[in-house]
């Protein structure tokens, strides 16, 4: 089940950003409801905390069915998906987070149910073993990942595909200002302007950081008769935060954008902690990822943003691309970019 957060919107109307994945989403459901048919399959693409699952509870309250979710490195052996499966009903959703840690033997009963609706079952050992095919109920399956590449082939093909982008600070501000209404606190345009700088581009991370600062306001309220977040008491619980916080840093934090390839593709990304970011890829890809190249930057947002733009006719999937040898050359001429001002040249 996914825990209770109080303040993931409820529907499709309240859910903010991401308006080219809705939409398209709208045009899906209400096309399968004038058929008077069962949603086709979905696979939701997008790093963490960008609201992969929010979307997929918003979606199942827009239908008005139910939402089963399961993590994917959970299901272990092919009779618990047969199980799961089993018991959905005609309609429902069933939301495979982390889709690309299911087990092989796991995929191969998954797929065929999928396109088929019905499992396949062997019944006794030996000589007198038989194998009877079970119907199922029409369903929709929804996969979460945060790289399409990570996928067994025939997974990635199999539905629709969506991309999450990061949030821009402005939307990032919206979701501030609804969740503070939400969780009872007054707070000024000034106040949630500041939060979004170390929000990193997440809905997850700017509201996990808006309740830390709702906390010291609170507290802050017990001596002192200011009890709204302002510009000035953000400030200053951020600063409080940051002591105490190595991850917490600003949009703007000094970091690295880096240049790494794992089979044919290429992923540009960013950080602020490579060598655990490093760590992580590596467990993560199915291939093993080699590091080609880093710039070191004083804003790792905004540089990761031009490279994506600049290589934007590359894309294959998010921060993933089908660069040239001219292309690799371009990006390892950066060494070292300064974004106080603007960008451009080497050093």
């Given at each position: 089940m996914?825990?209770?957060?109080?303040?993931?919107?409820?529907?499709?109307?309240?859910?903010?950003?991401?308006?080219?994945?809705?939409?398209?989403?709208?045009?899906?459901?209400?096309?399968?409801?004038?058929?008077?048919?069962?949603l086709g399959h979905i696979l939701l693409?997008?790093?963490?905390?960008?609201?992969?699952?929010t979307?997929?509870?918003?979606?199942?309250?827009?239908?008005?069915?139910?939402?089963?979710?399961?993590?994917g490195s959970s299901i272990r052996r092919p009779g618990d998906i047969a199980n799961i499966l089993s018991n959905l009903r005609r309609g429902e959703l069933l939301l495979v987070d982390q889709m690309h840690q299911l087990a092989p033997s796991v995929v191969e009963v998954l797929l065929p149910a999928m396109e088929d609706f019905a499992l396949d079952v062997t019944i006794g050992k030996g000589p007198t073993a038989r194998s009877l095919r079970l119907t199922l109920p029409p369903f929709t399956v929804i996969g979460t990942t945060p790289n399409l590449q990570a996928l067994p082939v025939d997974l990635r093909a199999f539905g629709d595909t969506f991309h999450l982008e990061y949030y821009t600070e402005n939307a990032l501000q919206a979701i501030v200002l609804r969740s503070a209404r939400l969780l009872g606190m007054s707070i000024e345009t000034e106040g949630?302007?500041?939060?979004?700088?170390?929000?990193?581009?997440?809905?997850a991370e700017a509201n996990r950081l808006l309740k830390r600062v709702c906390d010291?306001?609170?507290?802050?309220?017990?001596?002192?008769?200011e009890s709204t977040i302002t510009a000035q008491i953000a400030r200053e619980a951020i600063g409080h935060l940051l002591g105490q916080s190595a991850s917490l840093?600003?949009?703007?934090?000094?970091?690295?954008?880096?240049?790494?390839?794992?089979?044919?593709?290429?992923?540009?990304?960013?950080s602020t902690d490579p060598t655990s970011r490093y760590s992580q890829l590596a467990i993560q890809l199915p291939e093993k990822p080699e590091l080609i190249h880093e710039i070191d930057t004083n804003?790792?947002?905004?540089?990761?943003?031009?490279?994506?733009?600049?290589f934007s006719r590359r894309r294959a999937n998010g921060e993933w691309f089908a660069l040239t040898g001219e292309d690799v050359e371009e990006f390892k001429s950066f060494r070292h970019v300064d974004l106080s001002g603007s960008l451009g040249g080497t050093e």
């Open positions: 996914i825990p209770f957060d109080e303040l993931r919107p409820v529907g499709l109307a309240e859910f903010i950003n991401q308006d080219k994945v809705k939409d398209r989403l709208l045009q899906k459901v209400e096309a399968t409801e004038r058929r008077g048919d069962v693409c997008g790093p963490p905390g960008i609201g992969k699952k979307l997929a509870l918003a979606l199942a309250a827009r239908i008005g069915t139910r939402l089963r979710y399961e993590l949630a302007q500041e939060i979004p700088r170390y929000g990193r581009g997440s809905p010291y306001t609170r507290d802050y309220s017990q001596v002192t008769v840093r600003p949009a703007s934090a000094v970091g690295v954008v880096y240049l790494l390839r794992a089979g044919a593709w290429y992923k540009i990304g960013k804003d790792v947002h905004r540089l990761e943003r031009y490279w994506h733009d600049h």
